[in-house]
């Protein structure tokens, strides 16, 4: 069993900076792929990006490349979300998710066994 804790949401104003943490609990969160999404107010949770078990591999949407960066301490099973250039259309409640799930499948949802609780970005303009 995996429990995820998401922090590191707040308020920054458009063009700024945030850095996200996943934390997880748990012996096997090395072993897991982890994904991050974001819900708008109204929209569906979307896919943001994702980082392989090991760390070697990222995966990104497309409005977030160059200016997100995920990356991973498996170490210290933490996860994080570098968020930089940050636009009022990133607003959204983002969560990190994690599973054992093949690279193809790190943007589906469904794939992910564990999720966090999310936690608020709010870029104003």
């Known amino acids: 069993q995996v429990q995820l804790v998401e922090s590191g949401g707040g308020l920054v104003q458009a063009g700024g900076s945030l850095r996200l943490s996943c934390a997880a609990s748990?012996?096997?969160?090395?072993?897991?792929?982890v994904g991050w999404f974001r819900q708008a107010p109204g929209k569906e949770r979307e896919f943001v990006g994702a980082?392989?078990?090991?760390?070697?591999?990222?995966y990104y949407t497309d409005s977030v490349k160059g200016r997100f960066t995920i990356s991973r301490d498996n170490a210290k099973n933490m996860v994080y979300l570098v968020m930089n250039s940050l636009k009022p259309e990133d607003t959204a409640v983002y969560y990190c998710?994690?599973?054992?799930?093949?690279?193809?499948?790190?943007?589906?949802?469904?794939?992910?066994?564990?999720w966090g609780q999310g936690t608020q970005v709010t870029v104003s303009s």
């Open positions: 998710a994690a599973g054992s799930i093949p690279a193809d499948y790190y943007y589906t949802q469904d794939r992910y066994d564990y």
């Open positions: 748990g012996r096997t969160f090395s072993r897991y792929a």
């Open positions: 980082i392989n078990w090991r760390g070697s591999s990222t």
